[in-house]
C-alpha cells in the first residue's frame, strides 16, 4: 500500500485564495517530489526537495521539506483558475527504487 | 515530440484475454518505471528497471503480471487473464539515473486506459 499520506484530499477555493496540501510519510524520505496531475493528463515533476528543512519557491508556489525528512507541504498563494488540479508527494525510501506517490490534493479553483 | 510514448492510448478487453502494452522512454533515460492509476487515486508503483535490469517489483504484483525491457530501450507490460480488477490507466515513466545520491525527476507517457469487461 502507499505509505505517503496526503491531506486534504480535496480542496475547493475562490480564485485569490491560499491553498496548502500537506503530505506525511510513515518512514524517514531519501528526498520528495512533488507533481501536478491535470484532469485528463499524467503527472508533471514540479520540484524536488533533498535536504532537511529546505525551502523552495516557484512564482506563487512554496514548498518544505520537514526537519525529520518525514513531511513536507506545498502552499500557493493567490490561487488562479490555472492551478487546477491534482497534486502529488512521491517519496523515495531510503531503501528501495521506487518513488511511492500518495493519493493526491485534488485543487478545484473557482472564479 | 521526443517525450515517453505509450502504445495503445486505449485497450478494451475481455476477462480471461491476455493483453500487451508497450513503452517507448525518452531515449537517453535509462531507467524506467511502471504505474497503475485508477480514478482518485495516485500512482501506484508496479515496477522499475535500470537499463534492462528489472532491479524492484511491487509485492502487490500479481503473477500474472509480467515485464520486460530487452536491450534496456522500450519495455512491455503484460497482464495476463485479464481481471475486471485490472481496470485502469497505466503509466509509464522515465529518468536518467544520476547515482543513487540524486533522484531525477520522473518524465510520465500519457498512459494506457485499460478497459476489462
Given amino acids: 500500500g502507499q505509505q505517503v499520506m496526503q491531506i486534504p484530499q480535496y480542496q475547493h477555493v475562490q480564485e485569490g485564495e491560499d491553498f496548502t496540501t ?46 525529520a525528512k518525514k513531511n513536507s507541504s506545498l502552499h500557493i498563494t493567490a490561487t488562479q483558475t490555472t492551478d487546477v488540479g491534482t497534486y502529488f508527494c512521491a517519496g523515495f525510501l531510503n531503501s528501495g527504487y521506487a518513488l511511492n ?10 472564479p | 515530440d521526443t517525450g515517453v510514448s505509450q502504445d495503445p492510448r486505449h485497450k478494451i478487453t475481455k476477462r480471461g484475454q491476455n493483453v500487451t502494452f508497450r513503452c517507448d522512454p525518452i531515449s537517453e533515460h535509462n531507467r524506467l518505471y511502471w504505474y497503475r492509476q485508477t480514478l482518485g487515486q495516485g500512482p501506484e508503483f508496479l515496477t522499475y528497471f535500470q537499463n534492462e535490469a528489472q532491479l524492484e517489483k511491487s509485492r502487490l504484483l500479481s503473477d500474472r503480471f509480467s515485464a520486460e525491457r530487452p536491450k534496456g530501450s522500450f519495455s512491455t507490460l503484460e497482464i495476463q487473464r485479464t481481471e475486471q480488477g485490472d481496470s485502469a490507466m497505466y503509466l509509464c515513466a522515465s529518468s536518467l539515473a544520476m547515482g543513487r545520491a540524486y533522484n531525477s525527476p520522473l518524465h510520465f507517457g500519457n498512459g494506457t486506459r485499460l478497459t476489462v469487461t
Fill in chain 1, 22 to 67: 500537506y503530505c506525511n510519510s510513515s518512514t524517514t524520505l531519501s528526498n520528495i517530489q512533488w507533481y501536478k496531475q491535470r484532469p485528463g493528463g499524467h503527472p508533471v515533476f514540479l520540484i524536488q526537495l533533498v535536504k532537511s528543512g529546505e525551502v523552495k519557491k516557484q512564482k506563487r508556489l512554496t514548498f518544505q521539506f520537514g526537519e
Fill in chain 1, 101 to 110: 506517490f500518495g493519493k493526491g490534493t485534488s485543487l478545484l479553483v473557482t
